[in-house]
């Protein structure tokens, strides 16, 4: 997460950036999420009842079933939770919850589309969540820079040179990645 | 009880009740689901069946996990029952308050299904 801070109009706005493989949620001062995009994707949850708002940024959707692959923070299944829990924490509502989807391009002509696999992931677990899906710009072959304004839940997604896209790998993890078990 | 050990997850995630269910019966589990703690009450006061241990998520619509905890640790019928909670939340005043609603376990999201299997059948037998 790489978070700036830039003097919009006379108020200071800060800018967090939010890298593959994260979450954020607004804080509820003046912020502006930022990200670019290639074949990953980023959903922006709003709750214009609560005024919350929050990104993520995936590159995969979800482990093969059988793979023994653990849903961890490349993929979407588990950053979508993630996203709605910590917008629940800060006052977020599911119910009320809107979502913006970007990404998703197939940067290469000839592999695997994992664009569409990811924007088509996104689609389906907002439908089974019952969260509105008010906005999508997905697909193509290039790549994307959004900026989100989790206050106002406002978008801006803009096209940009597939250059300026970060390649998609996996995020390094450690070997202890997660389902730490703890007895009382 | 029999040798099959009947899990009852709750979670409002529909994607990740799948996970659960895809991860449990291929461990040989029967699985029950329910969408959030009033579904799971409501079952459980609709059913004569046995649920040898509990998988609750913390964060759900209409009641949470802590809420589930309490209301079934006020049932005789489930005091004794393993409850164990999911959460991608970490915390240790979460895991204080599961612990004092009686709560008999945590587990971190996202969770490893080999590391939840060895949990489930170590607080069942």
Redesign the interface.
């Known amino acids: 997460m790489f978070v700036t801070t830039d003097v919009q109009g006379g108020r200071r706005v800060r800018r967090v950036t939010v890298m593959q493989g994260q979450v954020y949620v607004g804080t509820g001062e003046p912020e502006m999420l930022t990200t670019v995009l290639g074949s990953c994707i980023a959903c922006c949850l709003y709750d214009p009842v609560a005024q919350v708002g929050g990104m993520n940024h995936f590159l995969l959707a979800e482990p093969s079933p059988g793979s023994g692959t653990i849903a961890d923070r490349n993929y979407g299944v588990y950053l979508m939770e993630l996203l709605i829990n910590q917008m629940m924490t800060r006052g977020g509502v599911k119910s009320r919850m809107k979502a913006h989807v970007y990404g998703g391009a197939n940067m290469h002509s000839g592999m695997a589309r994992i664009g569409d696999a990811n924007a088509l992931f996104a689609r389906g677990f907002l439908r089974d969540e019952g969260i509105a899906l008010v906005r999508e710009d997905t697909g193509g072959e290039s790549a994307r820079r959004i900026e989100f304004d989790p206050v106002l839940g406002r978008t801006r997604c803009r096209v940009i040179e597939a250059a300026a896209a970060p390649a998609a790998k996996p995020v390094v993890r450690p070997r202890q990645v997660g389902g730490e078990v703890e007895l009382f | 009880m029999s040798d099959t050990i009947h899990v009852l997850t709750v979670d409002?995630?529909?994607?990740?009740r799948a996970?659960l269910r895809?991860a449990l019966t291929?461990r040989g589990y029967m699985v029950t689901q329910a969408e959030d703690g009033v579904a799971a009450l409501e079952w459980l006061s609709d059913s004569a069946e046995e649920i040898d241990v509990i998988v609750t998520d913390i964060?759900m619509?209409r009641m949470d996990g802590f809420g589930l905890i309490e209301a079934l640790r006020s049932q005789v019928r489930f005091r004794d029952c393993p409850i164990l909670v999911l959460?991608?939340?970490?915390s240790d005043e979460k895991?204080a308050r599961?612990?004092s609603a009686g709560?008999?376990?945590?587990?971190?999201?996202?969770?490893?299904?080999d590391?939840?299997d060895?949990?489930l059948r170590?607080?069942t037998h």
């Open positions: 409002d995630s529909a994607s990740m996970l895809a291929s964060n619509p959460s991608t939340e970490s895991k599961a612990r709560a008999t376990g945590w587990i971190v999201k996202p969770f490893d299904a590391k939840l060895t949990a170590r607080v």
